[in-house]
């Protein structure tokens, strides 16, 4: 290839590269493309900054998909969401203290809880809360602090004194973007600080991820992939992405798809 490509030029073929690969690497590209290491990751700094990739050691990913409100989220694919919930409950036993974050998937898993099961809940999220009201099993505690709508949960100082003072036997997470070397990531900033902490004071973390934030990944780091106990995955989610989150130490299970 021409050593003398546009910089608008090479920016459009990496996003392609992004496209179809689902990731890139600056010394492939500085091949590719003739010029140096460098000038490759000046490019890339540049499409981060412009919100078009993330940057992660070595190249770049995709960016994670950002898609309105919980409310909103929760009406996208449900019956995938359903399915990785099915899956997920399964960890979830009589007499536990679970963590459940905000996020749509940990909504739908809320809604899955059977009613009589015995358990303490924890929860940062109105909606996830509301879910479970009516669960006479369900011993529900919500943390406290000014309510974030975007993120749909509290996630500042007032909720992150509160996580400090629990140890869940289960903590499942949430997350924007999930990759085997970005590990799980997210939006904003304190709701990265919430996750990482809670998932600190926790005996296990367990993350329902569907298969469009596999190899994707948001600004702000929350947990390596070695860090998370069992990762709950869509039944066709990417081979290659399963054998390198595996790589990373996580239990992988596969849910069984919609309706089965």
Known sequence: MATDLLLRERKSLIQERLK?????LAADLAREFG???DTIRRDLREMAAAGLCER???GALPLAPMTGSLRQRASFAPERKAALARAAVGFIRRGMTVFLDA???NLAIAEAIEPDLSLTIVTN???IAAA???KPGVELILVGGPLDRGIGAVV???AQRDAELLRPDLCILGACGADA????TAFHFEDAAFRRLIASRSRSVLAAITSDKLGTAAPHAVIGIEAVTTLVLEADAPEAEITALRARGADVVLAKGPGR
């Open 35 to 37: 010029v140096s290491e």
């Open 20 to 24: 179809t690969d689902g990731r890139v």
């Open 132 to 134: 479970l009201m009516e």
């Open 125 to 127: 999220t109105p909606l």
């Open 156 to 158: 500042g100082a007032r």
């Open 103 to 105: 996020g749509s998937a």
């Open 181 to 184: 070397e970005a590990g799980l």
């Open 56 to 58: 992660v050691y070595g």
